[in-house]
Nanobody, 127 residues
Framework: QVQLVESGGGLVQAGGSLRLSCAAS????????MGWFRQAPGKERDFVAV????????YYADSVKGRFTISRDNAKNTVYLQMNSLKFEDTAVYYC????????????????????WGQGTQVTISS
């Protein structure tokens, strides 16, 4: 089992920045591909960003490309999501997710591809 705990959410004005963290425990963190997803009220959970197990590959949803950066520190068992130039439409609960990756460069994009999820952290952008 992998336990994931997100932190760093909050209320920020449009144009501001936040950095989300997701601390993992329970298994060897560097064996897992990690992703960030978000869910706005009444909407489905959507892909935001993904990073391979060694951090060498990343991918972003078009809606956040150029504004968000995903990174990981395998020594600290933590994945981050730096969010800049925040917009009202970025308001959502943000979730991190983990999936065992047998191939180093593997990226997982779908909600159903992940076995482990955190509890989520609320991000609210005021316009």
């Amino acid at each position: 089992q992998v336990q994931l705990v997100e932190s760093g959410g909050g209320l920020v004005q449009a144009g501001g920045s936040l950095r989300l963290s997701c601390a993992a425990s329970g298994r060897t963190f560097s064996n897992y591909g990690m992703g960030w997803f978000r869910q706005a009220p009444g909407k489905e959970r959507d892909f935001v960003a993904v990073i391979s197990r060694n951090g060498g590959s990343t991918y972003y949803a078009d809606s956040v490309k150029g504004r968000f950066t995903i990174s990981r520190d395998n020594a600290k068992n933590t994945v981050y999501l730096q969010m800049n130039s925040l917009k009202f439409e970025d308001t959502a609960v943000y979730y991190c997710a983990a999936e065992l990756a047998t191939i180093t460069s593997t990226l997982y994009f779908g909600v159903h591809e992940y076995d482990y999820w955190g509890q989520g952290t609320q991000v609210t952008i005021s316009s």
